[in-house]
């Protein structure tokens, strides 16, 4: 089983930048793919970036590539998600998710471990 507890988020104004954390535990290990997902109010879960725990490729949406950056720090086991010039169409719950494999899929349902959620709102 492998626990993941997101941290930071809240209320922000458009333009400005914010940093989630995901921290990690139980059987995680670099054989596990991470990724960030968000949910708007009355829409579906959707991608947002991913990586893997062994390093390499970071993969991110069209919409947030170029203003978001996911990391990890295996010393911590934690994920991060820096968010920079957000926009209030950047709201939603983020959450975090792992999958076993080194494949970083995109969509919610190849991930099998969820974290509860942040929520993130951008207020113009």
């Known amino acids: 089983q492998v626990q993941l507890v997101e941290s930071g988020g809240g209320l922000v104004q458009a333009g400005d930048s914010t940093l989630l954390s995901c921290a990690a535990s139980g059987r995680i290990s670099s054989n596990y793919a991470m990724g960030w997902f968000r949910q708007a109010p009355g829409k579906a879960r959707e991608f947002v970036a991913g990586i893997r725990w062994s390093g390499g490729s970071t993969y991110y949406a069209d919409s947030v590539k170029g203003r978001f950056t996911i990391s990890s720090d295996n010393a911590k086991n934690t994920v991060y998600l820096q968010m920079n010039s957000l926009k209030p169409e950047d709201t939603a719950v983020y959450y975090c998710?792992?999958?076993?494999?080194?494949?970083?899929?995109?969509?919610?349902?190849?991930?099998?471990?969820w974290g509860q959620g942040t929520r993130v709102t951008v207020s113009s």
């Open positions: 998710a792992a999958r076993l494999g080194s494949y970083v899929g995109d969509r919610p349902g190849q991930y099998n471990y």
